[in-house]
T-cell receptor
Framework: AQRVTQPEKLLSVFKGAPVELKCNYS??????LFWYVQYSRQRLQLLLR??SRESIKGFTADLNKGETSFHLKKPFAQEEDSAMYYC????????????FGQGTTLQVKP | GAGVSQSPRYKVAKRGQDVALRCDPI?????LFWYQQALGQGPEFLTY????????KSGLPSDRFFAERPEGSVSTLKIQRTQQEDSAVYLC???????????FGEGSWLTVV
């Protein structure tokens, strides 16, 4: 079955500390992985996708097929990074639909 | 408009009422999705349209849920005889096509009392 697991509901760090938001997936084919972010009172928006291999707002994520993981990392957290982060899995159909994890709230304290 | 627009933003329905939620996708976007997001959960896929064709409705939880997109633009998600477990945020999203970036609306918050 296709599934995305985000084991942490809440991650709280101090400003300037490194951040790692965990994401594991279950998928038998060739996955497409995404990170979406939802800032307070804003809509869900794409943060990054693994195929583009780019860094957005200092965040990076590497697809590890051996560990079936796609953890999101940032070396130095900023207060404006506080938001809800969702890992999502795609590529399973010809529709492009996404399967989301339950989300992790990142709280960056001053 | 600049983004995916949904209405109403908030809806309170009495149990047993029918509700209709509207989605205006980004102009020219072929693909349209509906997701349901319960409190504390991630969005869950409901249904997908490519233009006016509903190609995937595997996520609709029961036959009380119905979606349409008759002219390939605006879409309506209808829930008949609402029940308390239908309380959730209903998200609409659109994209230019399969594999392209999916843009989400702000959601319609449905509370069934």
């Amino acid at each position: 079955a296709q599934r995305v697991t985000q084991p942490e509901k809440l991650l709280s760090v101090f400003k300037g500390a490194p951040v790692e938001l965990k994401c594991n997936y279950s998928y038998s084919g060739s996955p497409e992985l995404f990170w979406y972010v939802q800032y307070s009172r804003q809509r869900l928006q794409l943060l990054l996708r693994h195929i583009s291999r780019e860094s957005i707002k200092g965040f990076t994520a590497d697809l590890n097929k051996g560990e079936t993981s796609f953890h999101l990392k940032k070396p130095f957290a900023q207060e404006e990074d506080s938001a809800m982060y969702y890992c999502a899995l795609g590529g399973s159909s010809n529709t492009g639909k996404l399967i989301f994890g339950q989300g992790t709230t990142l709280q960056v304290k001053p | 408009g600049a983004g995916v627009s949904q209405s109403p933003r908030y809806k309170v329905a009495k149990r047993g009422q029918d509700v209709a939620l509207r989605c205006d996708p980004i102009s020219g976007h072929v693909s349209l999705f509906w997701y349901q997001q319960a409190l504390g959960q991630g969005p869950e896929f409901l249904t997908y349209f490519q233009n006016e064709a509903q190609l995937d409705k595997s996520g609709l939880p029961s036959d009380r849920f119905f979606a349409e997109r008759p002219e390939g633009s605006v879409s309506t998600l209808k829930i008949q005889r609402t029940q308390q477990e239908d309380s959730a945020v209903y998200l609409c999203a659109s994209s230019t096509g399969v594999g392209n970036t999916i843009y989400f609306g702000e959601g319609s918050w449905l509370t069934v009392v």
